[in-house]
């Protein structure tokens, strides 16, 4: 658990939310209003932090971000914007003074910049399109911005006379030559997020860098800055793109290209040889080498992410992850201002935190690993690193590691004063043997207010992916806080397909969903009945999203003697129907062990609609409608089995969310309806 280490006054922390008249039970209403430390990144001096902060509005139902900086050394946290519309992405110039950022002010999302000592921010780009992502070249002289235009189109002018010509249409057909029709929740237009130029003075012209390429960059749809990189020397970027044709709905090759500032040399491709995935470029602070995260196995998205560096002057590269046997999946990763090694971020064990690689010897060492890291980054020339922290206890705050992890400062308070009037549930991780007698671990949360004495009922969280982890970490939708806080025990399991347990456990579910994971989840279950003897086992109800869905359906038909209701949020009815209606082709694809059609067996030998004639136990169903990843049908699917066998069930439908719950009037809705559903089942 992540202490309060070093307290800062509460003067510098962000502006109080307003103050109960006495401490309360962690609620919804809590979670939703929570603050949040978004993106963020240190002085070049390593004196500063900025970052930002999103606040929420219930009134206006929407989130609101502002920039934010902070000294080093914790003091000093103030605000920097107050606009209404969105700030965001923070970037330092070289002398430190200036920063610049994306801002939606001007009526659209374009690059702005503001002096750090105050005044008026000051708009750098004027472009005609909606800019997502940008980045400024070593020197301060160029800027990198990510724009959705039409391929084919040489001019920006092009693809904004083709959308206004668009909106003047009186037919609304849309017709497709290839996939995606769709992707995760917006429908295909024929646009593409590429990469244009333009000198850091900015103005309304940009010179496209991907000309003609039908991929993105940044990718989509969850990619953002660290998909591209500047060259040391400002003529050329490095981007991951994946640039495969007709195959893009069921192909994982995203590769490195390197393209000329100016625009006018096609982009070449580096990674020729890895047909799978190559991501997250960052060029070291001395110019020689390339660092990248890369899969090594086709069509798999949960692969273990290797690092490896490459040697910029003769293209020589070494996988640091496989040299130095290091069996963690490298997320974001980070240079150390000497260039001799890199920061990276990894999952262990239920916990996520720094690690430091050596570049010479391959070697990695453990930094930090308490509850759960978002990224790190070196704190200028001091050898310490500045890191977004969080555990199943506490919200995220950024955080100083120094002295290779022995000293631990808290920069940021966000929700200093809204922590103290909210009291939350107490945790520990516990381990028992799963599947196949390996050791498998969970996490129990205890409700608020927990009394050793009396029996509680039991909220059994299931989580997604299925290669995810339901670790020490404080989720913004899944919180198991917000059941303790209900007065209910929560329990998560991290059964086999996990992942931060080393990449052979991962990989242990493909081809079978049904099996190894209901063994764990059925064990770990059983193990914490006989480890915590104040849960109540005739009170128990399962809850699962995404894979969690899907399971909680397997569970009506293979597991259902020991709960009293069940939840299942956007979970497939029919895996294999759902291959012909989802929209990432490559993942059920390696995870199902093949083409439905080539190889049905994989997709009906756990398949949750071959049970149905078996299930009895009282649901919940809740789907998005632009839901695209597992589409509303197999919601509505799910309830009609529900509603013509006689057994009592409740649909909740959001016409606008997508695979995820995001508004905050529609979360708050979402946890009332499904804690009044299991307090209807779990009452005494």
Not at 620 to 640: A, C, E, M, P, S
Request: glycine share 10%; net charge negative; with cysteine.
């Amino acid at each position: 658990m992540l202490a309060l280490i070093a307290a800062v006054a509460l003067a510098a922390a962000a502006p109080a939310a307003p103050k109960a008249e006495k401490p309360h039970a962690y609620t919804i209403n809590d979670q939703v209003t929570m603050r949040r430390v978004l993106d963020w990144e240190p002085s070049p001096d390593g004196t500063k932090v900025a970052y930002t902060l999103r606040t929420t509005d219930l009134d206006a139902n929407r989130g609101r971000t502002d920039l934010w900086v902070v000294n080093a050394d914790g003091t000093g946290n103030r605000q920097l914007t107050t606009h209404p519309d969105g700030d965001t992405d923070p970037q330092w110039s070289a002398d430190g003074k200036v920063l610049w950022f994306l801002s939606t002010r001007s009526g659209s999302s374009q690059v702005h910049k503001l002096s750090v000592e105050g005044g008026e921010a000051v708009q750098v780009t004027k472009l005609p399109l909606d800019v997502n992502a940008y980045e400024l070249s070593r020197d301060g002289a160029w800027l990198a911005v990510g724009l959705d235009v039409f391929p084919d189109c040489t001019e920006l002018e092009c693809t904004t006379k083709r959308l206004d010509e668009l909106k003047k249409k009186k037919s609304s057909g849309q017709l497709y030559d290839s996939l995606f029709v769709r992707h995760w929740d917006t429908w295909g237009d024929g646009r593409r997020t590429h990469l244009f130029v333009m000198p850091a003075t900015g103005g309304d012209k940009a010179t496209d860098v991907m000309k003609k390429m039908n991929a993105d960059c940044p990718t989509k749809p969850f990619g953002g800055g660290e998909d591209f990189t500047w060259a040391p020397d400002g003529k050329s970027l490095v981007f991951s793109a994946r640039d495969v044709g007709r195959e893009e709905a069921w192909s994982t090759d995203f590769d490195l290209f390197q393209t000329a500032a100016d625009g006018k040399s096609a982009p070449k491709k580096l990674t020729t040889a890895n047909k799978a995935w190559d991501a997250a470029p960052v060029f070291s602070p001395d110019g020689k080498w390339l660092a990248y995260t890369a899969h090594s196995r086709p069509g798999y998205e949960s692969d273990k992410m290797s690092l490896l560096v490459r040697e910029w002057a003769s293209g020589r590269e070494k996988n640091l992850s496989t040299d130095g046997k290091w069996d963690h999946s490298a997320g974001s990763i980070a240079w150390s201002p000497d260039s001799k090694t890199i920061g990276v971020v990894a999952e262990d064990t239920g916990q996520s935190g720094l690690f430091l690689a050596d570049v010479a010897t391959a070697q990695f060492k453990t930094v930090y690993l308490k509850g759960s890291m978002g990224h790190a980054r070196p704190l200028g020339q001091t050898g310490a690193w500045v890191a977004s922290l969080d555990s199943l206890k506490r919200p995220v705050d950024l955080f100083v590691i120094a002295d290779e992890g022995k000293t631990v400062k808290e920069l940021t308070q966000v929700n200093a004063e809204a922590l103290q009037l909210i009291k939350l549930g107490d945790y520990e991780q516990f381990s028992f043997a799963g599947a196949g007698g390996d050791k498998v671990y969970g996490y129990v949360v205890k409700p608020v207010d927990f009394d050793a004495k009396k029996k509680y009922p039991l909220a059994f969280l299931i989580h997604g992916g299925p290669q995810g982890s339901f670790g020490d970490h404080f989720h913004y939708r899944w919180n198991p806080q917000a059941y303790a806080g209900h007065g209910y025990v929560a329990v998560m399991i991290d059964f086999h397909g996990s992942t931060g347990y080393g990449q052979a456990f991962t990989d242990a579910i493909r081809q079978d969903w049904g099996g190894k994971p209901l063994e764990d989840l059925q064990k770990g279950l059983a193990a914490a009945l006989e480890k915590y003897p104040f849960i109540d086992k005739g009170r128990m109800c399962a809850l699962g999203a995404s894979y969690g869905g899907f399971m909680v359906n397997w569970i009506a038909g293979n597991w259902n003697d020991q709960f009293k209701c069940l939840v299942n949020h956007d979970g497939n009815l029919d895996e294999r129907f759902a291959y012909y209606d989802t929209e990432e082709l490559w993942f059920p694809e390696w995870d199902h062990g093949g083409l439905p059609w080539e190889k049905p067996e994989g997709y009906t030998k756990h398949n949750p609609v071959e049970h149905v004639a078996k299930w009895k136990l009282p649901m919940l169903v809740v789907h998005g409608g632009k839901d695209y990843r597992v589409v509303d049908t197999q919601g509505i699917g799910t309830f009609n089995v529900l509603q013509r066998r006689g057994i009592p069930s409740k649909f909740l439908y959001f016409p606008d969310e997508n695979h995820w719950v995001l508004k905050p009037a529609n979360s708050i809705l979402w946890h009332e309806t499904v804690l009044a559903w299991l307090d209807q089942w779990t009452k005494k």
